[in-house]
Structures are given as structure tokens and as C-alpha cells.
């Protein structure tokens, strides 16, 4: 954690201010990814057939990427960039 929080702040305000824009955009398009896969998700689990499968599928993809937008901010916080 000291090693990234001294790499952060050793940039001046412009710089760090565009490394927290850039993660904010990762991280929005990550929770649009999971909307679209669950809306895929959806539209594909219609046959009955394919329900359980794509389900799971879908719900793995949703949590993995949650889970890594959590951590986004777990990081953030630790850095110091967020409060």
C-alpha cells in the first residue's frame, strides 16, 4: 500500500486527478458490462435448455465484476485518494 500511495502522490493534481477519472470510467463500465450481460443473460435463458447454464454463467460474470469494482475502491480508500 506505501509503495502505491507514494507512486500516486508523487504526480502533480493534473495527473492524479486523470488516474482517478480513468478508474471511475473502469469502473462504470464495468456495472454497464454486468447490466448488458444480464440482460443477455436474460434474453438467452429463455429456452429452457439453456436456463441453468447461461444463469450461472451470468451471475458469475456479474459477481467477478462487482468484486473487482469493490476492490477498485478498497484500493482507493487504502490509498488515500478516497475518503
Known sequence: MEFLRSLYFAFD??????IFKGLT???????ILCILVYVG?????SSPETKGKVSAFVFGIVVA?????VYILYMLREIGIIQ
Not at 13 to 18: N, P, T
Not at 65 to 69: K, S
Open 41 to 45: 443473460g436474460k434474453i438467452l435463458s
Open 25 to 31: 470510467f473502469y469502473s462504470i463500465a464495468i456495472l
Open 65 to 69: 465484476n462487482v468484486i473487482a469494482v
Open 13 to 18: 493534481e493534473e495527473v492524479q486527478a486523470e
